[in-house]
C-alpha cells in the first residue's frame, strides 16, 4: 500500500492572504480540514496547515509560509496527499485507491472474475467496475454481495448477484 494517499487538487487561490482553494477527493471536505499537514505534488513537499475551513464544497487552506496570493499560486494544479499513517479508517471502510487492482474472486466456487479497475461513488451505494480482459462488469458494493475485502492478499471475495456474470 502506498504511503501517501491523493486527497485533493488545488484549483485556485482564494483572497489575499495566500490561502488555496482545493477541491476535495474525498466523501466529505471536512475530512481534509482535520489534518495539521499535507504534502503537495510529485515531491510531497510538506506544508503545515494554519487555517483550513470548507466553502460551497471546496476546501480553503492556509499554509504556513505562504501569505500572499502570487506565493499561493505557485501551488495551483499540484495534487495534495495525505500520509495514511495519519488516517484511521472506520472498520469496514477503504480509500478507493487500495481497492483499485485487488483480484475478484467468487466465495463459493473461487472462480476469478478480474480485477477491480475503478470505484464510481453513486450515492446510495459505490460500484466497483470489475475487468477481465475485454469484459467489464458492475458490482454493486452492497453486504449482499461483498462478502470479504482483503487488502493484505489484494483480494476482493464476492458472492454476485445473479445473472451478474451471464453472458450477453
Excluded at 486527497?7 to 489534518?35: A, Q, Y
Aim: net charge negative; aromatic share 8%.
Amino acid at each position: 500500500m502506498k504511503e501517501f494517499i491523493e486527497t485533493g487538487k488545488i484549483v485556485n487561490i482564494h483572497g489575499l492572504r495566500g490561502e488555496v482553494k482545493i477541491m476535495p477527493w474525498s466523501d466529505d471536505p471536512d475530512f481534509i480540514c482535520g489534518f495539521d499537514i499535507l504534502y503537495c505534488g510529485k515531491d510531497k513537499k510538506i506544508f503545515e496547515i494554519e487555517n483550513a475551513r470548507v466553502h460551497k464544497n471546496m476546501v480553503l487552506i492556509k499554509f504556513k509560509g505562504i501569505d500572499t496570493p502570487e506565493s499561493a499560486n505557485f501551488l495551483r494544479n499540484n495534487i495534495v496527499y495525505i500520509d495514511r499513517n495519519d488516517v484511521e479508517l472506520e472498520e469496514g471502510t477503504y480509500f478507493i485507491q487500495d481497492l483499485i487492482g485487488l483480484k475478484v474472486t467468487d466465495a463459493d466456487t473461487n472462480e476469478e472474475y478480474g480485477t477491480v479497475r475503478d470505484v464510481f461513488q453513486t450515492g446510495a451505494n459505490d460500484v466497483y467496475e470489475v475487468k477481465n480482459g475485454e469484459r467489464t462488469v458492475l458490482i454493486p458494493a452492497i453486504p449482499d454481495v461483498i462478502v470479504n475485502t482483503d487488502l493484505e492478499n489484494s483480494v476482493l471475495t464476492i458472492r454476485p448477484l445473479e445473472g451478474l456474470f451471464d453472458e450477453d
